[in-house]
């Protein structure tokens, strides 16, 4: 039998795998989210990593909303969202799926507040950091909520 190299495809990887794989290799909450949706909604993923770099940390490690979610809604927004000559039912669409979002992922996770998934431990503090660090935050918790909102998003789309 002679195979040729298109008769094994490898497997692509779903949302949540992208988007972990890049949270793995160094790529903030934010930009892991948003990436995993990009380019099935019109932008290159080189452009949604830089459009969503100020947000990982709770908006520049402020810790204010998570930047899964803020990557989850930049997702819902170029998906659902009112650009140039198009109605305002669209922007309003986009809230209500926003607000789906935001509901979801806090009955997931308690939260969406950054500073509040992380113990109250502030990072932009070298003690807190540390502990962040010795007690694996990062990988625990917040490739956790990477993957929910992908997951979260995904369903919002799907069910549209």
């Known amino acids: 039998m002679n195979f040729t190299l298109n008769t094994f495809k490898r497997p ?13 290799n160094k790529y903030n909450c934010a930009q892991s989210v948003l990436v995993a949706f990009a380019e099935e909604c019109g932008l290159k993923a080189d452009d949604a990593l830089k459009v969503s770099s100020a947000f990982g940390g709770g908006m520049g490690r402020q810790q204010h909303t998570c930047g899964a979610v803020t990557g989850a809604a930049m997702a819902l927004g170029l998906k659902f969202g009112k650009g140039e000559n198009d109605s305002d039912d669209k922007k309003l669409l986009t809230y209500d799926k926003t607000i789906e979002l935001f509901a979801e992922f806090a009955k997931q996770n308690g939260s969406s507040v950054c500073l509040e998934l992380l113990d109250n431990l502030v990072m932009r503090n070298e003690n807190d950091l540390e502990l962040i660090n010795k007690n694996n935050l990062f990988h625990t918790r917040c490739r956790k909520y990477v993957a929910d909102a992908v997951r979260i998003t995904e369903n919002i789309i799907t069910n549209h």
């Open 12 to 24: 692509t990887m779903d949302k949540t795998e992208k988007a972990l794989s890049y949270f793995d």
